[in-house]
């Protein structure tokens, strides 16, 4: 690499990298790195891998988010992914490393939350590792799961629909709701229970009509790049198409913030991202097409413009 450092890299980039130096020519391997869980052949079905962290002042901050929703936004963001594949969560490991001088009630309430998202998606802990940290609190965890059909992020064709399951920018908007706040609020509306106990979106019935998909964990540009890079293919979506609700809009515009900024770019809404045949007749919210190697968004007059990966991105 020549980049001097990380940030210069882009994180898209970091894993492009990865995912050349550690290519296998494994049979079982049906997806490794690049889609959001590794696919292993396992008989008849397929075995889903997924893990993901979250880190005290980079994905959440005490001040606004309790130790019992955070437990919950844990799971769900991890489950997010297993059903970005199709599939079915199983089984949960956890990572987890707190201060020492945290108060056992926190660790009382982070689990009850967990407890609470385990039994929604029907999924039980099976092991993991504790540590005491020194200074931010670190959680990770890694969910296995199985499907009879993986839904890959490289499966969209030239001619396929894109669509996605519900609204978007919801979660970036609650964020603001609380960063306007500057502390803890009840979820009392939509974008605040989007934001800090996400539901992550069961697949169940794109299985056998999806042709590809991606969970949007970090804003709707960037997931659909993901999901063009490994389809290798371009796409066209419609401005006015991208579903913003009012309240989100409202909500937006109260606190100075373009709201179809917030839904192209937002993170965190764990809605699906799929492609579909354009013969099909799909129960989701159309945005765009699925074209040769463009990448452009039409605006409500008709004009063009090149989209960017753009949202959340570490590095
Ligand atoms: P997601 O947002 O769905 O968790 P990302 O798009 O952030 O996934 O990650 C892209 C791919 O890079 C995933 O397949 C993930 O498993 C892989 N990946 C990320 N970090 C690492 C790492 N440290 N080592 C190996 N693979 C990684
Ligand atoms: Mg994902």
Redesign the pocket.
């Given at each position: 690499m020549k980049e001097k450092t990380l940030c210069h890299a882009g994180e898209l980039f970091l894993?492009e990298q990865?995912q050349k130096n550690?290519q296998y020519n494994l049979k079982s391997l049906v997806a490794?790195?690049?889609?959001?869980a590794?696919v292993i052949k396992y008989g008849k079905d397929y075995l889903l891998f997924?893990t993901?962290m979250m880190l005290e002042g980079v994905h959440f901050d005490l001040h606004y988010i309790t130790p019992y929703q955070l437990g919950f936004k844990l799971i769900s963001v991890n489950v997010s992914?297993i059903y970005?594949m199709g599939g079915t969560p199983m089984y949960a490991l956890l990572n987890i490393a707190l201060r020492k001088k945290t108060e056992t009630s926190f660790f009382n309430m982070l689990f009850k939350g967990i407890k609470h998202a385990l039994s929604y998606y029907k999924t039980i802990l099976i092991g993991g590792d504790i540590s005491a940290v020194r200074k931010d609190i670190y959680l990770s965890a890694t969910i296995i799961g199985s499907t009879t059909k993986p839904i890959l992020r490289s499966g969209a064709k030239e001619g396929d629909k894109i669509y996605v399951t519900g609204y978007l920018g919801e979660s970036a908007c609650g964020l603001e709701i609380l960063k306007k706040k500057g502390m803890r609020v009840k979820p009392s509306n939509n974008l605040l229970k989007r934001h800090l106990m996400p539901a992550a979106r069961n697949p169940d019935k794109l299985k056998g009509i999806a042709t590809s998909m991606?969970?949007i964990?970090?804003g709707l540009l960037i997931d659909l790049t993901?999901l063009c890079d490994e389809s290798k293919v371009g796409a066209r979506i419609y401005e006015e198409k991208i579903p913003v609700s009012p309240q989100m809009r409202k909500t937006a515009l109260s606190l100075g913030l373009s709201p179809l900024n917030l839904a192209m770019t937002g993170g965190e809404d764990y809605e699906l991202l799929f492609t579909a045949p354009h013969n099909k007749k799909i129960k989701a919210i159309y945005i765009g097409d699925i074209v040769k190697s463009e990448r452009v968004i039409i605006d409500k007059l008709g004009f063009k413009k090149a989209f960017e990966p753009k949202g959340y991105q570490h590095f």
């Open positions: 894993i990865l550690f490794g790195i690049g889609d959001d590794a997924t993901d992914d970005a991606i969970d964990s970090d993901r």
